[in-house]
């Protein structure tokens, strides 16, 4: 089973895993479009989280295999983008989810 099939499977077992949240706008920062949120306001999702599962093949596969722009010329190149990007990806998710206090 497939990542794709399995949340299939998930979201049609358990349908209120799934949910939109709301998150600030992004802002062009080099060239490329970040949504960082801003911590002094609270959780604009109101969402609770008791547990938090992140499929990081949405993040390598990005990274190694860019749409837009050129391959990475080495593993060590693959690895700095994919850290980058599953920094900006976890943060923005767990300050939606979370708020900054983690509450």
């Known amino acids: ?24 706008r992004p802002f062009v920062l080099d060239g490329h479009p970040i949504c960082l949120p801003d911590a002094r306001q609270p959780n604009p999702s109101e969402l609770e989280c008791d547990n938090f599962y992140i499929d990081l093949n949405g993040v390598i596969h990005p990274c190694s295999h860019p749409e837009h722009g050129p391959q990475p010329k080495n593993e060590f190149e693959m690895y700095v983008r994919c850290l980058a990007f599953f920094c900006i990806y976890y943060i923005n998710i767990y300050f939606l989810i979370f708020g900054f206090f983690g509450f």
């Open 1 to 24: 089973m497939g990542v794709p099939a399995f949340y299939r499977w998930l979201s049609e077992k358990y349908p209120k895993i799934v949910s939109d949240v709301l998150e600030e």
